[in-house]
């Protein structure tokens, strides 16, 4: 047995899941739009992690990474059957109020999306938002640049309405 993988404790993944569920489900509301698919999100993080569980040495990150992946992964998928379909479902029913800030920032491409939720919502720094990502930290710069300029001009349009 490999000595390096105990160096450490291992936290039990009960622990953190107590200390994240909340949060991560956040997460992937912000990136999804979706609380009932957030929420399987992360129970699938969760049982996506348990086989790993012992060689993970930052068990959070390895959870949150893995919600961001699941997130886009089924981004991509629901796209895709969006496309597909030939009646589009209404964004928002008439009469309900919309709250604009979120709008615009669930109408990103998906990694501007996912990098402006990790870094204002989950106030990571570049780098952690690269690892979660899995690019690098010039990409996360990029990224969240397009995303302040487009956040910007929609957020303007809407004020001058």
């Not at 047995?1 to 912000?30: G, K, N, Q, T, W």
């Not at 899995?134 to 001009?153: D, F, I, N, Y």
Request: glycine content about 4%.
């Amino acid at each position: 047995m490999d000595p390096r993988l105990h160096a450490e404790p291992v936290v039990s993944i009960a622990a953190v899941f107590e200390a994240d569920y909340s949060r991560l489900c956040r997460l992937a509301y912000l990136l999804t739009g979706d609380g009932t698919r957030a929420e399987e999100i992360v129970m699938e993080a969760f049982v996506r992690s348990l086989a790993k569980w012992r060689t993970v040495r930052e068990p959070s990150a390895y959870v949150r990474r893995t919600v961001v992946r699941l997130s886009s992964n089924r981004r991509r998928r629901a796209f895709l059957e969006r496309r597909q379909s030939f009646t589009r479902e209404p964004v928002t029913k008439p009469g309900e109020p919309v709250d604009h800030v979120l709008a615009a920032v669930r109408a990103l491409p998906p990694r501007q999306r996912a990098a402006v939720v990790l870094r204002y919502w989950e106030d990571m720094s570049e780098a952690d938002i690269a690892s979660a990502l899995g690019c690098a930290p010039g990409t996360v710069k990029s990224q969240l640049a397009k995303a302040r300029v487009a956040l910007e001009a929609a957020l303007t349009n809407e004020e001058d309405r």
